[in-house]
């Protein structure tokens, strides 16, 4: 599906072109010149250090030999890509999408001052570090340790869109935060991809930002590869399809060539692996299950598992059933005239809900068990008091749960429980 975001969330700067210091700002040139950050190590030291004390205009300085308009442009990168490694740590959850760099240039010797915002100011730090804190842990909680990285990797990816939802109205610098995404569960991509790199980095996995003039998603890197996940684009709320439990895998460890999409990003040329581009678990719009080292998926036919260690796709059972549902686009604007409309999808619309060491899936008007150690399903439910489909299905505090919906597409989803 063709995916639109509504709004600017990429990392914005706003960049000054270094200037011709006059005679008066020598005072100042002179003071600062103490702290010569030439070197990337030193960049990041001031503005940890400025971060740290909530500074909203950090200043750093450059001398260099002979200077041109080039090395201004290498010191505002050098800054610009310091600063996006700075957003993947999670002690800087607090620092807004705000980067603003101004400088000029006097005896060889440039400054630039680097203003930057933060979602609240340090005397209520603690507060927010609690809920974030919290946050973070209760979502790394549910990783196995002895997972393999791609299942860590797969499961942090369902785990945020499932808990998080893209914000389209009230965008603002503050929900293109970590915080946003996993605090308040409502941010823009810049927040989806800075959470994912967190959640990453809680369990152990090298990742980091990658952008374009307005979205920004991650590369992740797995068995020595590099692979792009865009989290953003593989929430159904992209796609105006309101199911709080639908994840999609489309952009799920793509390589550069995946993402032509996605027009000219940086950095580029790093995610060369094309092995999973045309995985069967690209379109479906079920979580993932999880059993032993394998990832279990859905691919609109049959349930499969991928065996993450033996890199061994195994079918499991057959999932052929095929039925439509609807929904209400939120957009009033359809085909020239605003008036509500009902869109549709016809396909297999079978959701995975693991439990332990159990499995639960659906067709239109069932639900189902199975055991990965045995191979053995079982019908656990039937529904026989209408024709009405299910559309999700998934566990919430150890209940499992079906959301139903007629074949007119017009009644409001009504949630039952299930005895699990």
């Given at each position: 599906m063709k995916k639109i975001l509504s709004v600017l969330c990429a990392l914005m700067m706003s960049l000054s072109p270094f200037t011709a210091a006059p005679s008066?700002?020598?005072?100042?040139?002179?003071?600062?010149?103490?702290?010569?950050?030439?070197?990337?190590?030193?960049?990041?030291?001031e503005l940890r250090k400025g971060l740290t004390a909530f500074d909203k205009r950090i200043k750093l300085i450059r001398t260099v030999q002979n200077y041109d308009e080039s090395k201004a442009d290498e010191f505002y990168k050098d800054i610009q890509d310091t600063f996006a490694g700075l957003m993947t740590d999670k002690e800087f959850f607090y620092v807004e999408d705000s980067l603003t760099l101004s400088g000029w240039v006097l005896n060889n010797t440039m400054h630039v001052?680097?203003?930057?915002?933060?979602?609240?100011?340090?005397?209520?730090?603690?507060?927010?570090?609690?809920?974030?804190?919290?946050?973070?842990?209760?979502?790394?909680?549910?990783?196995?340790?002895?997972?393999?990285?791609?299942?860590?990797?797969?499961?942090?990816?369902d785990t945020l869109i499932l808990n998080t939802s893209y914000l389209k109205d009230d965008a603002s610098r503050y929900t293109a935060t970590p915080y946003a995404a996993l605090a308040d569960g409502k941010a823009?991509?810049?927040?989806?991809a800075r959470a994912y790199s967190i959640l990453l980095s809680e369990v152990g996995i090298k990742s980091m930002l990658v952008?374009?003039?307005?979205?920004?998603?991650?590369?992740?890197?797995?068995?020595?590869?590099?692979?792009?996940?865009?989290?953003?684009?593989?929430?159904s709320y992209i796609d105006n399809v309101q199911n709080p439990y639908t994840v999609f895998h489309t952009y799920f460890l793509k390589s550069d060539t995946a993402m032509s999409d996605h027009g000219t990003f940086s950095p580029a040329g790093m995610a060369?692996?094309?092995?999973?581009?045309?995985?069967g678990w690209k379109d479906p719009?079920?979580?993932?299950?999880?059993?032993?080292?394998?990832?279990?998926?859905?691919?609109?036919?049959?349930?499969?598992v991928y065996n993450t260690s033996a890199k061994k796709t195994t079918k499991l059972f057959s999932v052929t059933d095929k039925w439509e549902i609807h929904w209400l686009d939120p957009s009033p604007y359809y085909e020239g005239v605003f008036d509500e409309h009902w869109l549709s999808i016809e396909g297999n619309h079978s959701y995975l809900a693991p439990l332990k060491d159990k499995i639960?899936?659906?067709?239109?008007?069932?639900v189902y068990r199975y055991d990965p150690k045995t191979g053995k399903i079982q019908t656990i439910y039937t529904n026989k008091e209408s024709d009405d489909m299910i559309t999700e299905l998934y566990f919430r505090n150890g209940k499992l749960y079906a959301s139903f919906m007629d074949?007119?597409?017009?009644?409001k989803t009504r949630t039952i429980k299930i005895s699990a």
């Open positions: 008066f700002f020598a005072a100042d040139v002179s003071a600062a010149a103490a702290s010569d950050t030439t070197g990337d190590q030193k960049i990041e030291k001052n680097v203003d930057v915002s933060y979602i609240t100011d340090k005397s209520y730090l603690n507060s927010y570090k609690n809920k974030f804190d919290k946050a973070l842990k209760n979502t790394v909680s549910g990783v196995d340790k002895k997972w393999t990285d791609l299942q860590k990797t797969a499961y942090l990816h823009l991509c810049v927040g989806y952008d374009t003039a307005d979205h920004e998603w991650n590369l992740v890197k797995i068995g020595g590869s590099w692979y792009h996940v865009d989290c953003t684009y593989d929430d060369r692996s094309t092995t999973y581009d045309d995985f719009i079920s979580p993932f299950a999880f059993y032993g080292n394998g990832i279990i998926y859905n691919d609109g036919s049959s349930v499969k639960y899936y659906n067709k239109a008007h069932a074949r007119k597409g017009k009644e």
